[in-house]
């Protein structure tokens, strides 16, 4: 199992964004996570696609290699912003089904960007739309809080719905990435992964504590012991 750690940068310095991601991807990042909010579907206001297009050039290790941009909407309509952010270099773009009326379409509209699609769940949401595309997507965020806010603690129910996620893309035999995100520290990332996920989104645990590269290699080890 290859794991992905995906640092959020709501919880980075915005007066310093540009070195703020240098530096996390310095400490070890392998996806940089944008969260955007949009004051409407959830109560709280980020950045939107010309943050992430002034981010884009600094997505990169020091060797070059570039860092995946992964964009997760808190917004509500989605396709016009989606595209936005397919210009603005996302490498992923991933919204809240409930926030689209055209779940599919606004999928085949990332996709035709070449940009790859995620969908999001909320922690009471069900997963039944998965029934209908989970063929057409790259990515399934399951939320372990609420989203809105960084620093809040994980909700365990978060942990069944993975699981069942897990089988889900099992049985598709695709290569989707299950992505958890709210609440992961270094002293809980070891439980989710175990129950079936593989990339995980942390914000204040991360830029919460001076240094960047102690907290991802403490995780690395948490999820290899
Ligand atoms: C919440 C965001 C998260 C947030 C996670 O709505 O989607 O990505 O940054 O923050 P922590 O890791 O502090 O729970
Ligand atoms: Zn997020």
């Avoid at 964004?17 to 980020?46: C, R």
């Avoid at 002293?187 to 129950?195: L, P, S």
């Amino acid at each position: 199992m290859t794991y992905r750690i995906a640092p959020s940068i709501l919880s980075a310095d915005f007066a310093r964004l540009g070195e703020e991601v240098k530096n996390v991807i310095a400490a070890g990042s392998d996806w940089i996570h944008f969260d955007v909010m949009d004051n409407h579907y959830v109560p709280n206001l980020t950045f939107g696609p010309m943050i992430c297009s002034a981010l884009k050039p600094h997505a990169k290790t020091a060797a070059g290699v570039a860092v995946p941009i992964d964009v997760h909407l808190m917004i509500s309509p989605v396709d016009a912003l989606a595209a936005s952010f397919a210009e603005a270099g996302a490498d992923y773009i991933s919204f809240h089904p409930d926030a689209s009326g055209h779940v599919h379409r606004s999928i085949q509209a990332i996709k035709s960007k070449g940009v790859k699609a995620g969908l999001v769940f909320n922690p009471a949401e069900p997963l039944d739309v998965l029934d209908w595309v989970i063929e057409d997507i790259d990515l399934i965020l399951i939320m372990s809080v609420n989203p809105g806010f960084g620093g809040q603690s994980f909700i365990d129910s978060a942990l069944r719905k993975i699981e069942d996620v897990r089988k889900r893309i099992d049985a598709s035999g695709k290569d989707i990435r299950l992505e958890v995100d709210g609440g992961i520290k270094t002293d809980n990332i070891r439980r989710v992964a175990d129950a079936g996920a593989d990339t995980f989104v942390a914000g204040s645990a991360i830029f919460g504590k001076p240094d960047y590269k102690g907290v991802i290699d403490a995780m690395r080890l948490a999820l290899t012991a």
